[in-house]
């Protein structure tokens, strides 16, 4: 507990619009990510040679896989900050910046030294040969001398969110991915480097949008920004700041490991099948970004009021997030079954494909209402540092969903694959939302 000497007296009002301020930019910005993997995809592509783009393929979700598992920087970031700021404590504001900072380098380093490994092995460990895996290790050799700016930029990013900077959030991904895209047209098509080009675009995207970032930093806080060493060596702080890493980062990988096998059995379904179901992953894709857009205002607020120590105004922030979650998984679900035939037709034009994809549509439409509670109860979770609660569901939803792979599949084939991936989904949300009064009780006091 934190003595009330260092909370902050500033009564924090939630309300749908500071929940908006940082869930409108924040969606927003993921949305542009997709927007720059297209165009990646177009610039290759107009080489005419299937071993590029089958490369950049392969390379693409190397990267993805990697950065996705180091995310919890950009997370733990926004929830210390957002709960240092409602303290009301500047110093330890930004000593979790910079230890975060030292985290993100350090990492960054690690994939440097590895990268000779990742180089050489990770192109054929993901099933490419000849010139498909030359085109892959060009891309991921030029890519990862990027690693510790891109995990700064996480850092970064996560800073501004736990300050509530959402729109300064958005401008830093619309400048990042934005430099990206003009650099890799210009690079890879206009000067005909291929994918050569389109790596070394990225690499100049994460480093303007690095600079950028610690440039407004420091324009905005000044001297309170500089870095101490006394930030960097509290032992306490960063054990703390490890611990919740950690759990994130198993969180995160019993959701690779959710999607993988997703994947792998719906493989064994053979082409066709394979095929539609990645063709409505796009869906759940399509509404993870708005809901996590909303996860993101649910870490920073709900973080800020556990720091202030004000629960009403916690509690208010949960039911806000919680009631926008809900009705845009609702409106999703309507939309993509009035236009999900339509969207299915958009994406593929294989006949089969489009069949396969709208027989089991129903399922795709879903995830946005079963993910809904699962998105939101995380951005809460993390919010508060309640990790290892996060932690520990996770790994018993991921549990259920093998159980019901196991005994659906069997029974139902993909219909099954699809009905166990909604049942993870829901047991995410819903096993932490039956934890969610007994920890707030516990983080907060009777007198608050």
């Known amino acids: ?10 009564t924090i009002e939630v309300s749908h619009r500071s929940v908006l301020a940082i869930a409108v930019p924040m969606t927003l910005g993921f949305v542009t990510t997709p927007l720059l993997g297209l165009t990646d995809t177009a610039v290759v592509g107009r080489s ?38 409602g303290r009301g404590e500047t110093t ?18 690690i994939i440097l030294v590895a990268s000779p490994a990742i180089v050489g092995f990770g192109p054929s460990m993901m099933g490419a040969d000849g010139g498909v895996q030359a085109a892959a290790a060009t891309y991921i050799g030029i890519r990862i001398l990027a690693a510790p700016v891109t995990l700064t930029n996480f850092t970064l990013l996560g800073f501004v969110l736990g300050r509530g900077l959402g729109s300064v959030g958005l401008a830093l991904q619309i400048l990042l991915n934005g430099v990206n895209i003009v650099m890799s047209i210009l690079l890879g098509v206009t000067f005909g480097f291929g994918i050569a080009g389109v790596a070394w675009g990225t690499v100049i995207g994460e480093l303007i949008a690095m600079i950028a970032g610690l440039t407004f ?6 001297r309170a920004a500089m870095p101490q060493v006394s930030m960097i060596t509290d032992r306490i702080k960063l054990m703390a700041l490890f611990r919740l890493n950690r759990d994130i980062l198993i969180r995160t990988f019993s959701l690779i490991t959710a999607f993988t096998v997703m994947t792998r059995i719906g493989a064994g379904f053979g082409a066709v099948t394979l095929a539609a179901n990645a063709v409505l992953m796009n869906f759940f894709m399509i509404a993870s970004f708005y809901l996590d857009g909303m996860a993101t205002a649910a870490e920073q607020i709900t973080g800020e009021t556990i720091g202030a120590r004000q629960r009403r105004a916690f509690e208010r922030a949960v039911r806000l997030t919680g009631i926008w979650s809900l009705g845009l998984a609702l409106a999703s679900v309507a939309f993509f079954l009035i236009f999900g035939d339509a969207i299915i037709g958009f994406i593929t034009t294989a006949g089969d494909v489009r069949g396969a994809a709208e027989t089991y549509l129903i399922y795709a439409a879903l995830t946005a209402l079963t993910g809904a509670l699962a998105f939101h109860m995380d951005g809460v979770f993390i919010g508060a540092t309640w990790s290892v609660e996060m932690r520990n569901m996770m790994l018993v939803a991921l549990a259920g969903y093998l159980a019901s792979v196991g005994v659906l599949v069997p029974l139902f084939d993909n219909h099954g694959l699809w009905i166990a991936l909604n049942v993870f989904l829901a047991l995410r949300g819903l096993l932490l939302l039956a934890r969610l009064k007994r920890k707030t009780d516990q983080t907060f006091t009777d007198s608050q």
């Open 217 to 222: 930093v420091f324009w905005r806080y000044g």
């Open 48 to 85: 005419g040679d299937a071993a590029q783009l089958a490369g950049l393929a392969i390379a693409a979700a190397l990267f993805d896989l990697l950065f996705a598992s180091l995310n919890f920087l950009r997370a733990s970031t926004t929830a210390l900050v957002a709960q240092a700021q």
């Open 92 to 109: 330890e504001l930004f000593a979790v910046f910079w230890r975060s900072i030292v985290l993100s380098v350090g990492f960054g380093l």
């Open 1 to 10: 507990m934190h003595s009330p000497s260092s909370s902050s007296t500033r």
